[in-house]
């Protein structure tokens, strides 16, 4: 229910391509917000078994390594709720994507996940 409602959608096309789009969450939002990651060769899907996606984060001290999961292998699409270490966080946090094959790792441009303060459902 609400997974739509619930995703950031992301295309991530060349290993050097700049991601772009306004990735915002709440600091309430752990498995609640999910980031949803559509990854194709020159504008091309491709089969992508055995390929792990990870999304590591830096804030601050703090810092995570998370992983995808695979859920559209013949679309190349993979999805990440974002963790409870990450969004306990507010501010700006660096990002990158890491795609892991048979070949070896290849790293994203950074880009900015930024948690904001969500509220208190205490």
Excluded: C
Aim: net charge negative.
């Amino acid at each position: 229910m609400l997974d739509n409602f619930r995703a950031i959608s992301v295309t991530w096309d060349h290993s050097t391509n700049t991601i772009y789009n306004n990735i915002r969450t709440a600091s309430e939002d752990a498995n609640g917000r999910k980031l949803v990651v559509q990854v194709v060769n020159g504008h091309q899907l491709e089969g992508l078994t055995s390929v792990d996606l990870r999304l590591y984060w830096e804030f601050d001290e703090h810092k995570g390594f998370d992983d995808f999961e695979l859920i559209d292998e013949d679309n190349g699409i993979y999805e990440i709720h974002f963790s409870t270490d990450m969004v306990s966080h507010v501010g700006a946090h660096k990002a990158w994507l890491h795609l892991v094959d048979a070949e070896g790792t290849v790293t994203s441009e950074p880009f900015t996940v930024t948690v904001f303060e969500g509220v208190d459902a205490d």
